[in-house]
């Protein structure tokens, strides 16, 4: 069965970086374009950025744009999230989703504090 | 940037009645809307996809209708275990990227 499991999550402060991975099994990852998308706690869902399947496109919110940058590598079937000049408002719960119009398929999340 | 303005935010109702929520874009978005469903500590269920199609294994009380700008959420009988939060979302294709509407907390009075 399809899973995704993110890691890297923690407390990091202000202006920090944070590197976030997911990893994908029980589908043929190198098929799907995989999102991300967080949550603010006791907030809505907010989509964060997109890669296609060959990574060679991407799109970020206006929230992140500059100072996130996601990635993939198909041969380890992983998902990343690289998050630069953390700010508090950056706090939320990070899902891992496959695909980028409907998701069936989440991840558990993973927790990012931002605070000194 | 396309908006989802979502109503209501929250609502009460009895077992058994009928309960809709609404999902308005700012721009037209044709059909592509989904809905879905969020327990406390869980990531969301897909519920409705492209408007009005039920996702696989999802009980037939759910419902989701409209296109353009307007759309509907329907649960026709509501259950203890519908207790959630719902969400709208609308996809885009250029550039691909994902927007929520605010949510509608569903409580049992």
């Known amino acids: 069965q399809v899973q995704l499991v993110e890691s890297g999550g923690g407390l990091v402060k202000p202006g920090g970086s944070l590197r976030l991975s997911c990893a994908a099994s029980?589908?043929?990852?190198?098929?799907?374009?995989m999102s991300w998308i967080r949550q603010a706690p006791g907030k809505g869902l907010e989509w964060v950025s997109y890669i296609s399947s060959s990574s060679s496109y991407t799109n970020y919110a206006d929230s992140v744009k500059g100072r996130f940058t996601i990635s993939r590598d198909n041969a380890k079937n992983s998902l990343y999230l690289q998050m630069n000049s953390l700010r508090a408002e950056d706090t939320a719960v990070y899902y891992c989703a496959r695909d980028s119009k409907a998701v069936v398929h989440w991840g558990q999340g993973t927790l990012v504090t931002v605070s000194s | 940037d396309i908006q989802m303005t979502q109503s209501p935010s929250s609502l009460s109702a009895s077992v058994g009645d009928r309960v809709t929520i609404t999902c308005q874009a700012s721009q037209d978005i044709s059909n592509y809307l989904n809905w879905y469903q969020q327990k406390p500590g869980k990531a969301p269920k897909l519920l409705i996809y492209?408007?009005?199609n039920l996702e696989t294994g999802v009980p037939s009380r759910f419902s989701g209708s409209g296109s353009g700008t307007d759309f509907t959420f329907t649960i026709s009988s509501l259950q203890p275990e519908d207790i959630a939060t719902y969400y709208c979302q609308q996809y885009d294709n250029l550039p691909p990227s994902l927007t929520f509407g605010g949510g509608t907390k569903v409580e049992i009075k």
């Open positions: 029980g589908f043929t990852f190198s098929d799907y374009y």
């Open positions: 492209d408007a009005s």
